[in-house]
Every structure is written in C-alpha cells, then in structure tokens.
C-alpha cells in the first residue's frame, strides 16, 4: 500500500502487481474519498478494505479528516467505527 499524491491516490499492489486505488481531493484539512476501484483479478480477495484501511491509518496520522463521498469507503467506515474519529466521529444514517 502507498499514498500516490501524484495521481491523488492511495493505491495497491499484491505481488508487485497494481491491484487497485482510492482516489481522493485533498486540501489543508480534509481528504475527499471520490473513487475506489479494484482490478477485477483482485476482487473479493480484500484487496479494497486494505486501501481503506491504509488510508484511514493515513488521515488519522495525518491529522485529517476524511469525508466519505465514495460508496464503498462510505459502507467501509459504517462497517470499522472504530475509524469513527477519521470522519469527525458523525456517522451518516443508514
């Protein structure tokens, strides 16, 4: 996992091989998630949960706070409210 601020990305490799990405708009205090997408050689094998995770991990270092527009970093963080901090602790209704 590695954070591509180049590309305003947080992406993934398995085995060398570019697996998938979380794109994100950044400024001075938040992190918009706006896309997350795995390679299809690569779904369902966790490969999207441990980009959040990565991220999430990042923004809370950082000192960010993430805002889920992405569908699937949205559900990932109603599922890990442990991550609640990230997002200024409000959770969206569900």
Not at 73 to 87: E, G, M, N, S
């Amino acid at each position: 996992m590695s954070d591509n601020p180049a590309e305003s990305r947080y992406e993934a490799e398995v085995d060398g091989e570019f697996a998938g990405f979380a794109a994100y708009q950044l400024n001075d205090k938040l992190i918009a998630f706006t896309h997350t997408e795995v390679l299809p050689a690569f779904e369902g094998k966790g490969v999207g949960g441990a980009i959040a995770r990565f991220a999430m991990d990042d923004v809370r270092a950082r000192h960010l706070r993430a805002v889920p527009i992405c569908p699937f970093v949205k559900t990932w963080l109603q599922r890990h409210p442990d991550y609640a901090d990230v997002t200024g602790g409000q959770r969206d209704p569900e």
